[in-house]
């Protein structure tokens, strides 16, 4: 059975999932809200993802979808300044194998999707122009001890483009979820991962300050000394501006004395684009069922 190709994955999770399994021996993979029947020897497994009010099933080994919606990534925005929290978002990988079925999966990045139904791929992680995402930079890794996401690891030195990339996948090839049989009981196991993102501000300029001093010492000796230093200075987080609308006023008037006065004043306004209108990014999750016999190859229907 041929294996699957790793594919590429991001997301954020807020609720239990449950997924359950009914097994005869002629089906593997289940979807419905059942117990498992721990007396199939060949295995049945049940697979998905959920984030959010998201929670999707792999009905027959298929790879699954989680979205990191745009208006999540759009909280890039809420911080201002050069130093800023990233913002982070969970999802679950949640599945359970039967007998002597075990479970690994990959995630994998799919496109920039709009709500009109666009669509961008991210060739090589790198995000569309003109979106938020393409200004931030995402990364998708593993949750640590008690689904801890604090601990944001560097993208992989060795990664092709990885400086360039906006989006960072981190160990997501090769997962286990759950090792051939070592699950008797059919107990559902559930894997945290997390979405760090954070706005990639750059300096709008440097504001440079110098001090000097000199005095003469009591042996007549003059002595001198600066010190200089600078502030980096940058507007808050935004998209790039599609114009800038100028505004004029005038009046004029003549007074009691026959007099006429005019003043007139000036003003302009810079508009950019709504950040609600950033596409979600989709990510793919593929299982691959394992087997405890080392004769059989996984796959999505890895049984006997």
Known sequence: MRLRR??????????????????TANALWTTNDALMVPELRTGAVSFGAAADSQRVQSESGE??????????????????????????????????????????????????????????????????????????TLRIYPA???????????APADLD??????????????????????NPAGAEITQVWCVAMLWNHRADGLYISEASAAGIGDDGSENRDVDSWYAAVAFPASLDAIGVYDHTAWAEGTGDDGTLSRDDSSWSGTVRPDPSGEPDLVVRIDPRVTNANPAVPPGDHATR
Do not use: K
Request: hydrophobic share 45%; aromatic share 4%.
């Open 161 to 182: 483009g990885a400086a360039s990339a906006n989006v960072h996948l981190i160990e997501a090839s090769d997962r286990t979820l759950q090792a051939p049989s070592a």
């Open 63 to 136: 790879p699954v979808e989680i979205r990191v919606p745009g208006s999540e990534i759009a909280r890039v925005l809420d911080d201002g300044g050069l130093r800023s929290d990233p913002a982070i978002w969970r999802f679950e990988v949640a599945g359970a194998a039967l007998g002597i079925a075990g479970l690994d999966y990959d995630i994998a990045l799919g496109p920039q999707v709009w709500r009109d139904g666009r669509w961008a791929e991210l060739d090589d992680g790198v995000a569309e122009a003109g979106t938020l995402l393409a200004d931030s």
């Open 144 to 154: 640590g001890l008690g689904d801890d996401c604090s601990a944001i690891p560097d």
């Open 6 to 23: 790793t594919l590429s994955l991001t997301a954020a999770v807020a609720g239990v999932m449950t997924f359950g399994l009914v097994s």
